[in-house]
């Protein structure tokens, strides 16, 4: 069974980072293409960032410039970078694999608050 474990949220003044991390135990990332996800308080659940097999990123547009997403393959372990953060970066984080167009089960999430 895949479980996946993401860390390092917190609170954080707004300007400030925050660097996530999220391990998957069960399964090797291989060439999948990884997510990370954030929901805030009574809204959907949104795609923040992804990165392909090949390390081609993708990011949303509030925060492009911002957000860094990486991948450890040898480690199962992807990472989320946040700089410049602000208060509606404030958020449950979430990551996941997608493989053959199928999410693996959520993890807890981890909450980030950016305080104004």
């Known amino acids: 069974q895949v479980h996946l474990v993401e860390s390092g949220g917190g609170l954080v003044q707004t300007g400030g980072s925050r660097r996530l991390s999220c391990v998957a135990s069960g399964t090797a990332f291989n060439d999948d293409d990884l997510h990370w996800y954030r929901q805030a308080p009574g809204m959907q659940r949104e795609l923040v960032a992804s990165i392909t097999g090949g390390g081609r990123t993708y990011y949303i547009g509030s925060v492009e410039g911002r957000f860094t997403i990486s991948r450890d393959n040898a480690k199962n372990t992807m990472f989320l970078q946040m700089n410049s953060l602000k208060p509606e970066d404030t958020a449950a984080y979430y990551c996941?694999?997608?493989?053959?167009?199928?999410?693996?089960?959520w993890g807890r999430g981890t909450q980030v608050t950016v305080s104004s």
């Open positions: 996941n694999i997608l493989r053959d167009g199928v999410f693996f089960q």
